[in-house]
């Protein structure tokens, strides 16, 4: 099969997933819309930390967590004299450390608040019963966008890529070199992402920390090969919890540096960061101002060299393929 309609394949997928994925959304509000408001009051509204599961990019794994930490609400209301409670805040979705700050001002401890109850299921309610605003419209051009914008690409450097042919060597491997010129760059403009934010992160503001648990982690992984995937294998990641405090709020977070954790089949590899931070120690946290969840230990990216040298390899392969030999000045 083509390249040019794998990237349009691979498009559509993405497209119609999100599609699915805000059309249930869309219900779930529109149902939510239609139930009855009482008036409530928040019982409870603090940070909570919570260990989830943790996702990698290309392969599956179980057994992975990382901590992120969330807006706990808790709120009571009644309906015909039935006193309930509920910690289902919102229709929204939140994924961990993401507006955590904005949440808890919005909704304070001992706050009057109105509750909007399901007539059929008074136990369920939320007092937050709407998406923000342009969210629907924005997935649905996300969506478009990005079939579009796999048209666009293929058809666009489909051009170019036939122009420059006959000036190659190896015009035959045209095809995989670009996939490959593509994925180097790709891994290259993360690499420079991640150099931004670590620079980001040292003009961040430091708070004092403790490291609350030190150690490694085992789990399981498997690399998607094909069509199918690779048996899975067992691996160790460096495990460092810590806590803080920001506006009077206790947050709690696993990533030392920015980037991804690195991993190995043996714990010797990725033993250090636990030797060099045990539990009970005293630590400066880094926490972005404008959303305190996110913090680091250290302003640098971790295994930022391994992205250079992907990029290099990608790069350096699409020009093997099409004969373009790169000669370094003697």
Known sequence: MELKFLLIGFACAVAGMLSLVTLLKWWEVRAASRWSPTQGKIISSRVEAREVTSSGSGSDSRGSTEMR??????FEYKVNG???RSSHYSVQENLGNFAVAETLAKFPNGAGVTVFYN?????KAVIERTMPDGSFKFMVQLSAGLVVGALVLVFSV????EAIRPFLPKPQNLGAAALLLFM???VLRMGFAQKSLAEQAAKWPITAGRIDASGLQKFETRDRSGGGYRPWRTVFKSRIVYSYSVAGQRYAADRIACGANVTASLPSLVSGQSQRYLEGDK???HYDPANPAAAVLECR????WLLWVCAAGFLG???????VILKLPS
């Open 119 to 123: 007539p059929a299921d008074p136990a």
């Open 283 to 285: 630590v400066e946290v």
């Open 69 to 74: 930490n969330f807006p706990a609400i808790t």
């Open 82 to 84: 039935k006193k309930f």
């Open 317 to 323: 392969g699409a020009a093997l393929l099409v004969g």
């Open 184 to 186: 180097g760059l790709f």
């Open 158 to 161: 489909g051009g170019v890529l």
């Open 301 to 304: 990216v971790s295994g930022l």
